[in-house]
């Protein structure tokens, strides 16, 4: 159980005892980052091995934290770490044909998702619902992108640090993403 | 900011990852400008319903994480533990030799 106290602390206090040795502050810190770290995860995995990629990363981070240089924020390092720990996944899997960590967005961890396909957007379509359409029929690699920019919060550079892809090759991803998710979106948009 | 450098910038001033120097030039545009302000809507919408999809952590996979690493660092004090008593018994070897060595 987190300590009261570390709960409190910042995350640099956190880090610095967590690089020291401290199990109760290295739990408290990832208690602030392992939802994002989880859900980035989980984007390109089953439940069950993104838990398993997540001890991976935990572990991982654990054993590296006390080398954390700073020169990127908490969360990009954090993230870079999950994304190693995925494709080491998808190694093992042997499913690197789908995996190329210096390649474009698109091929760069694989697979198609499949979260809750379809049922919900019956009837009784919102705004929303046809947002959360336009996203889930985009690729692992278009949603990888919109989940560190839009959900992480990272910043392009933080985005080229997490993933090894140049700057320049991400925002241009990101606007042909804007104009696709914008002709998806179609009449939709134009109400707005 | 001109329309050109906002509309890149859009997706991180959503997304909560610029600092506070742009995020004001951002908002000063989109006070004044409603091409802008329709494509941040746009993105605040995307952006929303990207949380919603976002899968949730279960709460015993967070657990099972920590459990992990305290079980790891278990492991590594016993492993030190481990050096730390063979250490012991080296010098205790040495120091037996030395005395038996002082003895002749």
């Known amino acids: 159980m987190t300590l009261p106290i570390w709960n409190a602390a910042s995350d640099e206090t956190l880090l610095e005892s967590a690089a020291k040795g401290s199990q109760r502050a290295f739990e408290a810190l990832m208690d602030r980052y392992m939802r ?15 838990a398993d990629i997540l001890q991976e990363t935990m572990l991982a981070v654990w054993q590296g934290i006390s080398g954390f240089d700073k020169r990127s924020s908490l969360k990009t390092w954090l993230l870079a770490v999950a994304r190693r720990k995925l494709c080491d996944f998808y190694r093992a899997r042997q499913s690197a044909r789908e995996l190329s960590m210096s390649e474009a967005f698109p091929d760069s961890c694989g697979e198609k998702f499949d979260i809750d396909s379809g049922e919900d957007m019956a009837t009784g379509i919102t705004e929303r619902l046809d947002a959360a359409a336009a996203i889930k029929s985009l690729d692992a690699g278009e949603r990888e992108l919109i989940y560190l920019i839009f959900e992480a919060g990272l910043t392009y550079a933080e985005v080229s640090e997490a993933t090894g892809i140049p700057v320049g090759t991400i925002k241009s991803r990101m606007s ?6 914008r002709g998806l979106l179609g009449e939709d948009y134009n109400e707005l | 900011m001109n329309c050109d450098e906002v509309y890149e910038l859009l997706p991180v001033y959503v997304g909560g990852g610029l600092g506070s120097g742009e995020r004001g030039q951002i908002a000063a545009h989109l006070a004044v400008c409603g091409e802008c ?21 279960p709460e015993n996979v967070k657990k099972s994480a920590f459990r992990l690493i305290e079980a790891q660092k278990r492991s590594e004090s016993l492993a030190a533990l481990e050096t730390l008593n063979q250490a012991i018994g080296v010098t205790r070897s040495a120091l037996k030799l030395t005395y038996e060595l002082v003895k002749i």
Do not use: N
Request: net charge positive; proline share 2%.
């Open chain 1, 36 to 50: 994002v770290v989880y859900s980035y995860i989980a984007l390109r995995a089953s439940a069950a091995d993104a």
């Open chain 1, 176 to 181: 042909a993403l804007r104009a696709r998710l």
């Open chain 2, 37 to 57: 302000r329709r494509e941040a809507a746009l993105l605040i919408r995307l952006r929303l319903a990207q949380r919603e999809l976002a899968p949730i952590l």
